[in-house]
Nanobody, 115 residues
C-alpha cells in the first residue's frame, strides 16, 4: 500500500490556482511534521512548504505569499493551495514527512503552468 497519495495536479495558465491534496494511509503520519515537495526536471527535489502537528507553517521563498499549506489531522490529509502560479512552478509535487522518509515517497502529482 502506498503510504502517501497525492492528487490535484493539472495544466493551468500562469496566474491560475490549484489545490493539491495528500492522503496518508497510516496514522503514523498524524504525529509528524508534513511537507509538500516538488521535483523539477533536472533539479533536486526541494521542500516547498511544511506544517507541524499544531499548524505552524514554513514556506520556501518563492512559495511565500502564494502557497498555503494546511492539514486535517482527523482525515489524515495535507493540502497545498497554490495561487498566482508561474511557469517556474511546473513540477511533480509530492508530500512526505519533513525531513522526508525515503520509503514514503508516492507517485506525486504533475503541475504544469503554461499558456
Amino acid at each position: 500500500q502506498v503510504p502517501l497519495v497525492e492528487s490535484g495536479g493539472a495544466l493551468v495558465q500562469p496566474g491560475g490556482s490549484l489545490r493539491l491534496s495528500c492522503v496518508a494511509t497510516s496514522d503514523i503520519f498524524k504525529r509528524e511534521r508534513m511537507g509538500w515537495y516538488r521535483q523539477i526536471l533536472g533539479k533536486q527535489r526541494e521542500l516547498v512548504a511544511s506544517i507541524t502537528t499544531d499548524g505552524r507553517t514554513e514556506y520556501e521563498d518563492s512559495a511565500q505569499g502564494r502557497f498555503i499549506i494546511s492539514r486535517d489531522i482527523k482525515k489524515n490529509t495535507v493540502d497545498l493551495q497554490m495561487n498566482n502560479l508561474k511557469p517556474d512552478d511546473t513540477a511533480v509535487y509530492l508530500c512526505n514527512v519533513n525531513p522526508p522518509w525515503g520509503g514514503s515517497w508516492g507517485m506525486g502529482t504533475q503541475v504544469t503552468v503554461s499558456s
